[in-house]
C-alpha cells in the first residue's frame, strides 16, 4: 500500500502549495465519483496525478532510458508532465501497479477504452470542487450519472477550446472522443 505521509513533503516541494491543493481537491472528487474502485487505489492516482508537473525536463533528463517519448509529446506541454507521471510515480513514488500507473498517464489526453478507474481520475481532474470554466457545473452533474457521457462531453469541449485557440490536438483525444461516440450510437 503507498504510504502518502512518507511523500506528502516531496509531492508539494515538488509541485507546490497550490498545486497540491488542486491534487487533495481531485483525491476528493475522485473518492466521490467512486462506486466500485479500490479506495486506496483511486486516492493514490488521484493524489499523484501531476507528480511530474512543472518539473518536466528535470525528470526527462533524470529517466531518460524510460522516456522514449515522440516529439508530439515532448513539445506538448500540456501533456507531457501526464506521460512522464507514471514514471516518477514509479521511480520517485514507488508506485507499479499498472492501473493506477495508467490513470496517471491519461489523465489529459484520455484515450480509447478508458477503464471506469481512468475515467475517474481524468474527470476528477477536469471537474474538482474549484475548478471554474464554462460548462464545469455540467460536467460535474454528468460525471455523477455517466461517467461515459462526462468524458466525451468533456473531450468534446476540450477539442472545441483547442481549435479556437488553434492549439495542436494530440491524436489520442480525437481517438477517445470517437471510441466515445461510436460506443454511445452503438
Ligand atoms: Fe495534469
Ligand atoms: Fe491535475
Known amino acids: 500500500m503507498f504510504d502518502f505521509s512518507k511523500y506528502e513533503d516531496k509531492l508539494k516541494k515538488d509541485i507546490g502549495e ?8 481531485v483525491k476528493d472528487m475522485a473518492l466521490k465519483l467512486n462506486t466500485n474502485i479500490d479506495i486506496e487505489k483511486i486516492k493514490t492516482a488521484a493524489l499523484l496525478h501531476d507528480c511530474a508537473k512543472y518539473n518536466e525536463k528535470y525528470f526527462l533528463e533524470k529517466y531518460k532510458k524510460y522516456c522514449e517519448f515522440s516529439d508530439e509529446i515532448i513539445y506538448n506541454k500540456s501533456i507531457l508532465h501526464s506521460f ?16 493506477i500507473l495508467n490513470a496517471i498517464k491519461y489523465h489529459t489526453t484520455g484515450r480509447e477504452n478508458m477503464t471506469d478507474f481512468e475515467k475517474i481520475i481524468f474527470l476528477a481532474d477536469a471537474c474538482e470542487e474549484k475548478r471554474d470554466y464554462e460548462g464545469v457545473n455540467e460536467l460535474r452533474k454528468l460525471a455523477f450519472k455517466d461517467l461515459d457521457a462526462a468524458v466525451l462531453f468533456s473531450l468534446d469541449a476540450t477539442i ?9 490536438i494530440f491524436p489520442l483525444t480525437i481517438r477517445a472522443r470517437n471510441y466515445l461516440l461510436r460506443k454511445k450510437n452503438g
Open 84 to 99: 512522464i507521471g507514471p514514471i516518477v510515480a514509479k521511480y520517485e513514488y514507488g508506485v507499479d501497479d499498472i492501473e
Open 160 to 168: 472545441k477550446s483547442l481549435v479556437d485557440r488553434k492549439i495542436i
Open 18 to 25: 497550490k498545486r497540491f491543493n488542486h491534487v487533495l481537491r
